[in-house]
Each structure stands twice: as C-alpha cells, then as structure tokens.
C-alpha cells in the first residue's frame, strides 16, 4: 500500500513538472514581467525582441549569455524564474516559440 502511494505521489510529481516545462515562452515573458518593458515589435524601456534577435543572430552562445545575464542582474534587472522559465523566455525573445 505504501509502494502504491508513493508511485501516485511520484506520478502526479512528474505529471506537475512537466506541465511548468510546457508553458511557452510567451507566457512566461508576460508572467514575469518582460512585457512591461519590452515588446516584439518596438522598443520600450528595454529593446524589442526582434532587434535582440537580430543582434544575437548567428551567435549559438546567445541563449545561455542572456540566461546569465538575467540570473545575475548585471546588465538588466534580475529576474525571479528558474533556469527553465528563463530559458524560454529567451528563446521567445529571441524568436524562438
């Protein structure tokens, strides 16, 4: 009886995460705030997506830069996610889905 209580509490663990991991990165840029600041298309108080995109274009380190960056808070105001919602964040940011 515990065995089967712990697979159900397991499984419903896992069913959870995997539900966060499949928010898109739209939703988590809106979440945590991003869009107060940027936009897609035009420039706010931060630059707009489309321009980070195009300034990262063709750089295969760009994704975790930019994950860095937001971590630490150096360069932009930190940001309060997990590595997961960061990273698709940015990969929205950067034109990603």
């Known amino acids: 009886m515990k065995a ?10 896992a ?3 995997g539900v966060v991991q499949a928010q898109s990165g ?9 869009l107060n600041c940027h936009d ?3 420039k706010k108080v931060g630059p707009a997506f489309k321009d980070v995109a195009a300034k990262h274009k063709g750089n295969k380190d760009a994704q975790a ?3 860095a960056k937001l971590k630490s808070g150096k360069g932009h105001p930190k940001v309060a996610a997990s590595d997961d919602e960061l990273k698709a964040a940015v990969g929205f940011a ?3 889905k």
Do not use: E, I, P, Y
């Open 4 to 13: 089967m209580l712990l697979v159900v509490v397991v499984a419903a663990g």
């Open 15 to 17: 069913l959870t995460a």
């Open 26 to 34: 739209a939703d988590v840029a809106k979440a945590k705030g991003c």
């Open 40 to 42: 897609v298309d035009k």
């Open 65 to 67: 830069a930019l994950v």
């Open 94 to 96: 950067l034109g990603g």
